[in-house]
């Protein structure tokens, strides 16, 4: 199941969060080997405040197996304050319609226990559950850092994220920065790949008034 | 209709150069889109002799501006509240209205004016200033959420630019709009009457990459879709 947590959010939801920030801990740290800050267990960064919206893949019991972190590109994000080496300066972009996309991460000690499809389905879940909150909001395109294995993982839940430049190396990974368009039929169409039947938010999910629609 | 004249809304946004023409922007928009309102509040905006850099703008009545400012009502008003610090845009319907005050809030509300039905769009900028463009309507349920699903990107854009456009006027010089070698070049394709994928072919990038070139353009630009950018950027003299 899918959860959005927006910056103002994230008090109500701290269970959820905590365990957001200690999966990023052990994905990105202790897994991948990123140079991130972890204290308590918990990968946090300076982008982690009130301007942001988290997509989380929770399961029935109530435990944090995805992540992703939203952020707009019109302030501070990632691709143009941290990896701006990354992307020549004619890919910068500060748009309302393009939303910046980070800190992607699924517990794969989670997933590997399940059945082969459970990574896919929460890869899935996670940029079906993203693609259709920005498709709510007006947003057209996400653009992404990445390292090269989560570009295989996107690519083969039908995300065709694209590259905006060559990849670089950052402290020992291969980062890449790439895009990709956010509309209904790319949402269904990761959604079948990923063997998932509906769409991951409620039709209501952004206004109560959709049920009387 | 409506498309053209939100081209020329876009165009009449970086015209503004003083605050009435700023009030009368969003009174004709609002009219044009058959909207009852449309409010801007910028929060700690960078610009000297602002008190906690708060720029308000407002098509509301001004008994209803009274009313809100005798009432203090920007401490319990929960679209402010909710709509900070957020990123998807709120619609008022998501408001918990169950607590006394917050009934009675929007029920006055409606009482001097404000449409039955509201999104607020939240924005954050580069200079740790923030804000929240507001629009109301009384379409009936079904009405209003198809309006949302036309309008919404209009009104990402119109958000957008009107709050560069207010930090412009005040003297306050955001980031460069000079257009990058290659949004140039995906624009000079454009102007020629080339589909995205025959650009994409000539100058070996895909598609998607030509259109996210050229929306980056528009952007940059203040348009509103590629036809308009092209204008604008032979307008401009850069292509």
Known sequence: MIVLVQGNERERNAGLMDQMHQLRARVFKDRLGWAVKVENGREHDRFDDEWTLYVLSVTDQNKVVGCLRVLQTTGPHMLSDVFSALIPKEAQIRSPLVWESTRFCVDTEYAKDRTSNELSRITGELVSGLGEAAVASGIEHIVSVYDLRMERILRRIGCDIERLAPPKDFGGILTVAGLFEVNEAVCARVRKISGLSEPTLPATAFSSIGAAA | ?239
């Open chain 2, 1 to 239: 209709m409506l498309k053209n004249l939100f081209y020329e809304l876009a165009d009449n946004a970086a015209a503004i150069t003083s605050r009435g023409e700023g009030d009368a922007y969003l009174a004709k928009t609002a009219r044009q889109y058959g909207l009852t309102n449309i409010t801007y509040l910028g929060i700690n905006i960078p610009v000297v002799g602002l008190e906690h850099g708060v720029y308000a703008t407002t098509t509301y009545s001004h008994d209803w501006q009274a009313r809100y400012a005798s009432k203090d009502y920007l401490r319990i008003d929960p679209v402010i509240q909710r709509g900070l610090r957020r990123i998807i845009p709120l619609d008022w319907s998501e408001v918990d209205r169950s607590p006394r005050p917050v009934a009675q809030f929007f029920g006055e509300a409606q009482e001097f004016g404000v449409g039955l039905q509201g999104l607020t769009f939240p924005m954050r900028g580069l200079h740790g200033e923030t804000a929240l463009f507001s629009i109301n309507s009384n379409l009936s349920n079904v009405e209003w959420l198809k309006f949302r699903r036309e309008y919404m990107r209009d009104f990402q854009l119109i958000a957008y630019y009107f709050h560069d456009n207010v930090l412009n006027r005040e003297g306050f010089a955001l980031e460069t709009r000079m257009l990058s070698e290659r949004q140039k070049e995906v624009l000079k394709w454009a102007a020629s009457g080339k589909t995205e994928w025959e650009t994409g072919t000539i100058i070996g990038l895909s598609a998607r990459t030509v259109k996210y070139h050229l929306s980056a353009a528009m952007v940059s630009l203040r348009a509103v879709n590629k036809a308009h950018a092209v204008a604008r950027a032979v307008r401009l003299g850069l292509i």
